[in-house]
């Protein structure tokens, strides 16, 4: 498909209002910003040590979750997000494409599963589906869950009866991240509110689908904002199943191309205090790896990171490919999670 000017693109993706969802009481959670923000400054080694105890108890094999995410709609999002590389609102060189056949995804999730993932997401850039994109994105979902990979879709936001559509068809896991701290979030995104991510995490919860829900860091947020993204996750009722943790990748073009790359100690910090907080759900090491090394991926495994996104893209950016992964983990003595994955790995 050619190129379309943002222009053209505007007009083909109206903006599709939402009705907002009652207030929903949150999770007397412990875990205020002030309280993640002691924690993450803590000690280097001692939140290290802290994090590391309370993964191994809740995941006393130490294995590792691989997750392969695949773009099934690219391009032509009419939101703003400062960091994405497929809005409209920004010249990345990112084409509009319409959303993929299901027999091309069947191949790459049975390409992912043969790689050894065990999961396997599908995204798409929309600010919202329609109806009859939820109906395809359905289909997709019974092929993939069909191959024996569990599932997940990260959509936009969603409508009740959307999420109860997915659930029908098997979806196991939705994602839809908060990105950042309330109190930042208006600095990077302004087509969205905060509560919209919350109505669509509600949404996806009362429909019976596990939830998948992050942030990114080294936006420019404070140390203090960074705790608060933490604090929003962990007050979820119930917490995420999945917390995937991204590092920014800097895309020319985008808003925060020119943003200094974080301090990389930071992302462990954060990985730590996400283990902490949330020690039952899965923390994935995700977007920006291939920018950390070896060594700081060692540390976010000891500081309870147990999932990473696994195969030579992630939506639109490069990742670590499946050698150096596969590579890393075995040098880390690491397991990887799933009887498919494990057979892989033989």
């Not at 391009?75 to 990112?94: I, K």
């Not at 359905?138 to 936001?157: K, S």
């Not at 559509?165 to 896991?173: H, K, N, T, V, Y």
Request: glycine share 8%; charged share 25%; net charge negative.
């Amino acid at each position: 498909m050619d190129a379309l000017d943002s222009s053209t693109l505007r007009t083909e993706q109206p903006v599709r209002l939402h009705r907002p969802a009652p207030a929903r009481p949150r999770a007397a959670s412990p875990w205020t910003t002030d309280a993640v923000l002691a924690l993450i400054e803590s000690p280097f080694m001692a939140l290290v040590q802290r994090a590391h105890a309370v993964h191994r108890a809740h995941f006393p094999e130490g294995d590792v979750e691989l997750a392969s995410l695949l773009s099934v709609k690219t391009g032509g999002c009419p939101e703003d997000c400062g960091y994405c590389p497929q809005s409209v609102h920004h010249d990345t060189g990112v084409k509009a494409g319409k959303l993929m056949a299901l027999p091309e995804v069947l191949v790459a999730a049975q390409a992912a599963k043969d790689a050894g993932a065990s999961r396997f997401c599908m995204g798409a850039a929309w600010r919202s589906p329609n109806d009859r994109d939820v109906e395809k994105v359905a289909e997709l979902v019974r092929g993939v869950r069909g191959l024996g990979l569990e599932t997940c879709a990260t959509l936009g936001m969603l409508e009740p009866q959307q999420a109860e559509r997915l659930a029908e068809a098997g979806l196991d896991f939705y994602n839809h991240n908060l990105d950042s701290a309330p109190d930042f979030y208006g600095d990077i995104i302004g087509t969205r509110d905060y509560q919209d991510r919350l109505d669509t995490l509600a949404r996806v919860r009362d429909a019976g689908i596990r939830v998948c829900c992050g942030g990114i860091v080294g936006m420019g947020e404070t140390r203090r904002q960074r705790a608060g993204l933490i604090a929003e996750l962990a007050a979820l009722d119930p917490a995420p199943e999945s917390v995937p943790v991204n590092n920014l990748v800097r895309v020319e073009g985008t808003p925060l191309a020119g943003q200094a790359p974080l301090d990389p100690f930071e992302i462990v910090r954060v990985i730590a205090a996400a283990r902490i907080t949330m020690p039952a759900a899965r923390v994935r090491l995700s977007a920006g790896r291939r920018e950390l090394g070896d060594g700081i991926q060692a540390l976010c495994f000891m500081a309870g990171a147990n999932s990473i996104f696994y195969g030579d893209r992630l939506l639109v950016t490069g990742n670590p490919d499946v050698a150096a992964d596969r590579a890393l983990l075995a040098r880390l003595d690491l397991p990887v999670a799933g009887a498919a994955a494990q057979e892989a790995a033989a």
